[in-house]
């Protein structure tokens, strides 16, 4: 099995930066795929970045020049840097991982833009 655990995530101003993390472990093969999906209060889950096993990356429109996706294959963690932070930012943020040797949701962490 797989096993995700986020973290980085709090109370930033708008404007600020915040960086998620996202480790995995357990039956985890590296290279693996790496999205990040977030929820806002009353609105759908929607991906913001996500990045393949080859390093091939994707970022919805309203994150682009704003976010950046990376991962540390050595550390089976992944990143989620956030730059320019608005309030329409906040959310409760879901990393999933997806490997040949299985996948997983972690258990989401909460971002909140506010001044």
């Known amino acids: 099995q797989v096993q995700v655990v986020e973290s980085g995530g709090g109370l930033v101003q708008p404007g600020g930066s915040l960086r998620l993390s996202c480790a995995a472990s357990?039956?985890?093969?590296?290279?693996?795929?790496v999205g990040w999906v977030r929820q806002a209060p009353g609105k759908q889950r929607e991906l913001v970045a996500s990045i393949t096993s080859a390093d091939i990356t994707y970022y919805a429109d309203f994150v682009k020049g704003r976010f950046t996706i990376s991962r540390e294959n050595a550390k089976n963690t992944a990143y989620l840097q956030m730059n320019s932070l608005a309030p329409d930012d906040t959310a409760v943020y879901y990393c999933?991982?997806?490997?040949?040797?299985?996948?997983?949701w972690g258990q989401g962490i909460q971002v909140t833009v506010s001044s």
């Open positions: 357990g039956s985890i093969i590296s290279p693996y795929y």
């Open positions: 999933n991982v997806q490997s040949p040797g299985g996948g997983a």
